[in-house]
């Protein structure tokens, strides 16, 4: 399974952006996604998942009611919107396969992509 994500960027506190993960496999729409994100100098940690349905959703407390995390099987996307970003939001997102909050739940990582927000 390959995993792409993209979308970061620069941008300032309060802009909006939407990260964006490309999957490889036709059978991603088996698949549950997550998106987590390492900090410089932090550990990675857990944004939002979302099962293969899309049904259901999990969402750190961090994350919720800013971001919400969404997908497109026909498309094998997931995405992140972010909104009301903060600076404390600065950090290398990356999106994966599997379900939970913790990152040894998940087995395939893409790349990552680079959210830098300027206060």
């Known amino acids: 399974v390959q995993l792409q994500a993209s979308g970061g960027g620069l941008v300032q ?8 993960c490309a999957a490889s496999e036709r059978t991603f729409s088996s698949y549950n996604m997550g ?3 390492q900090a410089p100098g ?6 939002a998942a979302i099962t293969w349905s899309g049904s259901n959703t999990l969402y750190a407390d961090s994350a919720k009611g800013r ?6 099987n026909a498309k094998n996307m997931v995405y992140l ?8 939001d600065t950090a290398v997102y990356y ?11 998940y087995d395939y990582w893409g790349q990552g992509t680079l959210v830098t927000v300027s206060s």
Request: charged letters at 35%; a positive charge; aromatic letters at 12%.
């Open 42 to 47: 932090k550990e990675r940690r857990f944004v």
């Open 81 to 88: 919107q972010m909104t009301s970003l903060k600076p404390e």
């Open 35 to 37: 998106w987590f994100r």
């Open 95 to 105: 999106c994966a396969r599997g379900w939970g909050t913790r990152d040894t739940s």
């Open 13 to 20: 506190a309060g802009d909006s952006l939407r990260l964006s």
């Open 67 to 72: 971001f919400t995390i969404s997908r497109d």
